[in-house]
């Protein structure tokens, strides 16, 4: 049976709990272990599907459907799992299915409360193929103190208690202040973080705490003393020139060591960390750098765009070269000629998005990136924008657009050449959707497989003509128009397997110029870089003349 690892925060959020049992996650699997990592939030939101990517960052979404925190993304990328469905829940979720049981009298009548029907869907959830692993690592979204918090807590000390003992350990995060004028390291906000966790029935083992530098020996007594733990399982996370840089520096500070005490698995076997070291070598000793735009409509808030960011960091390390992102913001198009802002860049990406706003700057963005020979890279909406693009300035079709704008506006006013998307093919069943469907959870979600035209510029990256990708849309383009498209010049090098929704579009004529439907920077890892991110900085390198 698998043995668990709860780890919560304190003191403020956005600590990077998330990136710190990612990174525990790396070190276990070095030292031979498998794992499985588990995000518990405490929003209403059924899953951030709905959310603005202004409100939480982008979706990440799985092979089977589930659009899920960001934080699975980084789960994924440190240590190369795929996250499940399973592996995503929110208060929404919980309450969701403790009524839907309710309504259809699963409880016999009962009195329905959070105590013991919500808090045992959470325990429920928390052991979902718990004989499959031999760490499952829960990461509890929020911060200890959150009133909406409280049943997850309050579910995880019960499941403690519920285990054998030694089965069950807690990773509290918290942050130590510095105060500039005194010169002082604060360890009281900490104190009275754990002093909350403990009112709740629950005692930390292992203390990480995130602070500007490292932390002197007198503050780690302190906090050890104070906080009831070893003062070897005081563990400093400090802040670091790359997110990659996390498994070697917490292993350093023994934060893989102290897990392994906590359950007193010893000799624990050692960690083979080349892969990390590849890793943080081929980041700290680039031998050049290439300059990326990023033209979208979410630049304010980087999250928006996690995974494309690290995608192009992988590409980068993979050609040995610094990629350096710039947030463009697409709506500056609207009114401005785009080749004075994106003349100094190597290559252009365009990612997805929803609704109309910026949608006429990506075109433009889409448009120089064609004529200028520049290497284009377009995701989702952003091959959508570059077919339209293509259809109106290379095909004629003057007056092309994409459905989804003339349903938010309310009127007819494009020729639709991306229309709705209203059947496909899931497995071995058809999917139908109508416009007025709700909202959340009803797009084309998870993977699917993609056949590639033989010769094509896709086949040569990916090496292969058959390929799966995960999707999240509900707008595709159409197949009517591909005839009219291919004439000029435009290739649908990619198709479902039914031969139904294009998946792919390049230019043939073009140095590297590709759209795809998909989304394929949710599969990129730092130790296995995705091939089109891979051959995309490439191109962007071959432009700098960095060879």
């Not at 925190?69 to 592996?87: I, M, N, P, Q, S």
């Not at 990708?469 to 198709?495: N, P, T, W």
């Not at 870089?529 to 960095?546: C, I, Q, Y």
Request: hydrophobic share 40%.
């Amino acid at each position: 049976m698998a043995r668990y690892i709860f780890i919560t925060g304190g003191v403020v959020s956005s600590l990077g709990k998330g990136l710190a049992s990612a990174a525990l996650g790396a070190l276990l699997q070095a030292r031979g272990f498998s794992v499985r990592l588990r995000k518990l939030d405490p929003y209403l939101n059924v899953d951030p599907g709905t959310m603005s990517p202004f409100e939480h960052g982008e979706v990440f979404v799985t092979d089977d459907g589930a659009e899920t925190d960001l934080d699975l993304g980084h789960y994924e990328r440190f240590t190369g799992v795929a996250a499940r469905k399973t592996d995503s829940v929110s208060s929404g979720r919980v309450y969701s299915t403790v009524l839907e049981k309710e309504r259809r009298g699963d409880y016999l009548g009962k009195t329905i409360q959070v105590i013991p029907h919500v808090t045992n869907e959470i325990k429920e959830f928390i052991e979902i193929g718990d004989d499959e692993v031999d760490f499952m690592l829960c990461e509890i979204g929020g911060t200890v103190g959150d009133i909406e918090g409280l049943p997850f807590f309050e579910a995880i000390r019960q499941f403690s208690q519920d285990k054998p003992r030694g089965q069950c350990i807690f990773m509290h995060l918290t942050l130590l202040p510095y105060i500039k004028a005194s010169g002082e390291l604060k360890t009281k906000p900490t104190q009275h973080s754990v002093k909350e966790l403990r009112s709740i029935g629950i005692a930390p083992d292992i203390l990480v705490c995130r602070s500007e530098g490292p932390i002197p020996v007198k503050e780690r007594e302190k906090l050890a003393l104070f906080c009831n733990v070893r003062p070897d399982a005081v563990i400093a996370a400090q802040d670091l020139g790359t997110i990659y840089d996390a498994p070697l520096a917490y292993h350093r500070e023994g934060m893989d060591q102290a897990v392994l005490d906590a359950f007193q698995i010893s000799p624990a076997p050692k960690p083979d960390l080349t892969k990390w070291e590849d890793v943080s070598d081929r980041i700290h000793n680039a031998e050049g750098e290439v300059k990326v735009a990023i033209v979208g409509k979410y630049t304010q808030l980087e999250d928006a765009y996690k995974s494309i960011a690290e995608a192009l960091t992988h590409g980068g390390m993979a050609n040995r070269v610094r990629v350096k992102v710039e947030w463009v913001d697409a709506e500056l198009f609207d009114t401005e000629d785009p080749a004075p802002h994106l003349e100094g860049f190597h290559a252009i990406l365009v990612p997805g998005g929803f609704g109309e706003r910026g949608t006429e700057g990506k075109i433009k963005a889409a448009e120089f990136a064609r004529t200028r020979k520049v290497p284009y890279l377009g995701i989702c909406l952003g091959m959508q924008m570059a077919v339209i693009e293509a259809a109106r300035n290379v095909a004629g079709l003057k007056t092309a657009g994409s459905e989804e704008f003339d349903h938010e506006a309310g009127k007819k006013r494009f020729e639709p050449v991306v229309y709705h998307l209203k059947e496909w093919v899931q497995g071995n069943h058809k999917v139908e959707r109508k416009v007025g469907d709700d909202k959340g959870g009803t797009m084309r979600l998870g993977a699917y497989d993609a056949t590639l035209a033989d010769g094509s510029r896709v086949a040569q990256v990916y090496g292969t003509t058959a390929i799966d990708e995960r999707h999240r849309h509900r707008y595709e383009v159409d197949i009517k128009y591909r005839e009219q498209l291919e004439k000029a010049g435009l290739c649908f090098s990619g198709m479902s397997p039914d031969g139904r929704l294009p998946e792919i579009v390049e230019w043939s004529d073009h140095p590297w110029f590709i759209g795809v439907q998909f989304h394929p920077e949710l599969k990129s890892k730092p130790f296995a870089p995705h091939p089109l991110f891979e051959d995309f900085v490439r191109a962007a390198k071959d432009v700098s003349r960095l060879v």
